[in-house]
């Protein structure tokens, strides 16, 4: 799948880690080094432009690194970009640690992976079908 990109950032066009990578990583495009306080909020630019094709989004997913090792995470986990947006990409980033966090220039903040979705219709019925499962939900299958 081809997806038009205009790149006005210092950086790389985002591309694939790996062969088998499901999201590119996406950059900080900042003048300054932005210091995160616990439990504050930011958005981060990237001087990036996408257009995707109708029936996709793209969707800015959290770096398992810097929420594991720094409490930095998406605030929006996942955040959505649609496919008719076309300004710049930015990503909110939340620190929920109890240290300051410093994103400098080039950072590698998120990840955006690129999703198909589908336009529903609703079918209003006055019962829905059995399951085992039936209503059970937050944590009824087990830890």
């Known amino acids: 799948m081809k997806v038009n990109i205009i790149n006005k950032s210092k950086h790389q066009t985002p591309s694939y880690e790996t062969s088998a990578s499901a999201g590119m990583d996406l950059r900080a495009n900042i003048e300054d080094p932005i210091v995160l306080k616990p439990l504050e909020r930011t958005i981060i ?4 432009y996408i257009a995707l094709s109708k029936g996709f989004e793209a969707q800015v997913r959290p770096r398992s690194g810097l929420a594991a090792k720094f409490g930095i995470t998406v605030l929006n986990a996942p955040g959505t970009i649609d496919a008719d947006y076309r300004g710049e990409i930015g990503v909110i980033l939340v620190n929920v640690s109890n240290d300051d966090f410093t994103i ?8 955006m992976v690129i999703a198909k979705y589908e336009h529903i219709e609703w079918n209003e019925v006055l ?5 085992s499962r039936g209503a059970g939900g937050f944590g009824s299958t087990g830890i």
């Open 45 to 48: 630019k990237t001087g990036l």
């Open 104 to 111: 400098n220039d080039g950072d590698r903040v998120a990840q």
């Open 127 to 131: 019962e829905l079908s059995e399951t």
